[in-house]
């Protein structure tokens, strides 16, 4: 079975900057979607952002001039560039990609902590 691993997560001080990375941990075909959902304590999970195999890329209106979504690379890798970073962008944050024929594939989360 294949697994999403996430990197990239840590601690930052407000207006600072992290690049999160999601790799498959094998092969993996038909993917469509590429996503980042993060979850905050005590919150529901929510988007973030998502790339689709054409480009076309979304963001939620809270990250939106601050975080860049790119992906579907040779490596089928993702990764979330956030920038100017803010106490309210502290949670879990989780990749997720969807494909054709299959249920979604989740990874297992890395902590992003935005604190002085």
């Known amino acids: 079975q294949v697994q999403l691993v996430e990197s990239g997560g840590g601690l930052v001080q407000p207006g600072g900057s992290l690049r999160l990375s999601c790799a498959p941990s094998g092969r993996i075909f038909s993917i469509y979607l590429m996503s980042w959902y993060r979850q905050a304590p005590g919150k529901q999970r929510e988007l973030v952002a998502t790339i689709g195999n054409s480009g076309t890329t979304h963001y939620a209106d809270s990250v939106k001039g601050r975080f860049t979504i790119s992906g579907f690379n040779a490596k089928n890798e993702v990764y979330l560039r956030m920038n100017s970073l803010k106490p309210e962008d502290t949670a879990v944050y989780f990749c997720?990609?969807?494909?054709?024929?299959?249920?979604?594939?989740w990874g297992q989360g890395t902590q992003v902590t935005v604190s002085s």
């Open positions: 997720s990609y969807n494909r054709y024929g299959s249920a979604p594939l």
